[in-house]
């Protein structure tokens, strides 16, 4: 248990440069707070006394602003930084050393029973916003971009991007084949423009036309 918990203070020193004081992280770190009191919640849970699991998560989640299901099972050395608005499924499953930022959602994608959530392999990184739906694996050493929303299943070692998220980088390779792919507000804007443009121009050449001759309207 103690090596436990020392294990999860040494995690945030790992990962977030500010940390200065095992005081300071103890007392003032919210992700670290919703981690031990889930340990807490999935005790009751796995000796089925969901209630008081329940009640154990919902505490937690008013005080941290972080959504933790009771029967989500968590490896080692979790980070969660930043960690408003993080929601994590019931079916969840996060490997050792992963990372996650604030407005992650590992969650469902739909009502179905059984396995609904993803399970995350072990030193993964997924981003601020980020949103990975649906019962797949995110193989290990993998990032997930912020803002992506991620739908099926994540090779290990690579990067995911994008609404809906998409391979961009495998093994520190960039897979320049896909980038085409990705959404770029900044040419999709452009493009209209374009459009615009063009129907403007042939509607002008239109009422050109159509008007009088100008030596005719002078005479």
Not at 11 to 18: L, Q, R
Request: charged share 25%.
């Amino acid at each position: 248990m103690f090596k436990t918990i020392k294990s999860d203070i040494q995690a945030v020193f790992e990962n977030d440069p500010a940390a200065r004081s095992w005081f300071e992280v103890v007392f003032t770190y919210s992700g670290l707070h919703a981690i031990w009191s889930h340990r807490v919640a999935h005790f009751f849970y796995r000796h089925r006394w969901f209630t008081a699991a329940r009640t154990v998560s919902q505490i937690s989640r008013f005080f941290t602003g972080i959504e933790i299901h009771p029967g989500a099972t968590i490896g080692k050395r979790l980070f969660i930084d930043h960690g408003m608005g993080v929601v994590i499924g019931e079916t969840c499953e996060i490997g050792d050393d992963v990372v996650i930022y604030q407005g992650v959602t590992l969650g469902g994608s739909g009502k179905e029973k059984g396995k609904r959530h993803p399970t995350i392999g072990s030193n993964v990184v997924i981003g601020s916003g980020a949103k990975v739906l649906g019962s797949f694996k995110v193989g290990d050493q993998a990032n997930i971009g912020a803002n992506s929303v991620v739908l099926k299943e994540v090779p290990p070692g690579s990067t995911v991007v994008g609404i809906p998220g998409k391979v961009v980088r495998q093994d520190g390779k960039r897979l320049d084949r896909l980038n085409h792919q990705l959404p770029d507000p900044m040419v999709d804007a452009m493009r209209a423009m374009q459009q615009e443009i063009e129907q403007l121009r042939a509607e002008i050449k239109a009422l050109r036309q159509h008007m009088p001759d100008e030596s005719r309207v002078e005479q």
